[in-house]
């Protein structure tokens, strides 16, 4: 039986400290969410920042919006908070006196972009000004240290918030490994992105938060006994416990980006 992760003991387990919430972008009392599928708004172009789209929300996940550029494919989907200054209210773009670009990739004759436009936006349902939430200052400074445990949004299934620890800093970036993902997850950031929560937000958000992945870090000695062939290891699936019993955990802290791959399983 697999018990649901939770936090407190998590932290007992890996003898960590949660990050400060100080450290984070984020707001201390979340923001709510007030947008319904199907809404339009105005969305930054990920792929192409400068330029400004149409966008539907798809989906609402917590405090994020799964979000679709008009006039894209479903496979370009990408999530914003509900108070990223990445997101306004339609109509924005025009009073600044700007023209909404069609999304980069475009399905039709960049031609058709102005009908394209005016159809789907015509009778269309846009989310209210209300519904977005100014942005939260940047911390001053970097705060983050190390082996400090925070939550953070896995870039390759975006849709997913993860238990992760800072692996290192450098300046104003800090690097994010995911807890038992064998650093395949892992990115470098700045330390104010708006992608990396601290502990309990998802709780706090309503947001599903995964549990940690099942390949841990084994100590400098392995005995080769205990290491099953590649072939019955562990795949990138997520099981929060280990199938076969395995020695105690070693605490490593601080150096989870730096570990040794040929030493883990
Ligand atoms: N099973 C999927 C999701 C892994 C999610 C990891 N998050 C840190 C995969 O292997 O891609």
Known sequence: STEPFSWESYLKETSSMPAS??????SRVPPTNDFIVGMKVEAH????S???????????????????????????????????????????CERGGDMLQPPL??????????????????????????????????????????????????????????????????????????DGWRGAFDYWCKYDSRDIFPVGWCQLTNHSLQP???????????????????????????PYRLPHPLPPLPVRKGVRGRRPKSQTI
């Open 105 to 178: 990739g475009f399905r039709m004759n960049a031609s058709s972009w102005p009908l394209f436009l005016l159809r789907t936006l015509s009778g269309a349902e846009v989310a209210p000004a209300s519904a977005f939430k100014k942005e939260p200052p940047k911390p001053p400074l970097n705060y983050f240290k190390p082996g400090m445990k925070l939550e953070a949004v896995d870039k390759k299934n975006p849709y997913l918030i993860c238990p992760a620890t800072i692996g290192d800093m450098r300046g104003d970036k800090i690097f994010v490994t995911f």
């Open 50 to 92: 400068p330029s400004v789209c149409i966008a539907t929300v798809m989906g609402l996940m917590g405090v994020r919006l799964r979000l679709r550029l008009d006039g894209s494919d479903n496979t370009n989907d990408f999530w914003r908070l509900v108070d990223s200054s990445d997101i306004q209210p339609v109509g924005t």
């Open 212 to 238: 940690p992945g099942s390949s841990f870090p084994l100590p400098k000695a392995v005995i080769p006994a205990l290491c099953p062939p590649a072939s019955s290891r562990r795949s990138m699936q997520s």
């Open 21 to 26: 919430p100080s450290c984070f972008r984020q």
């Open 45 to 48: 172009d990920p792929r192409n």
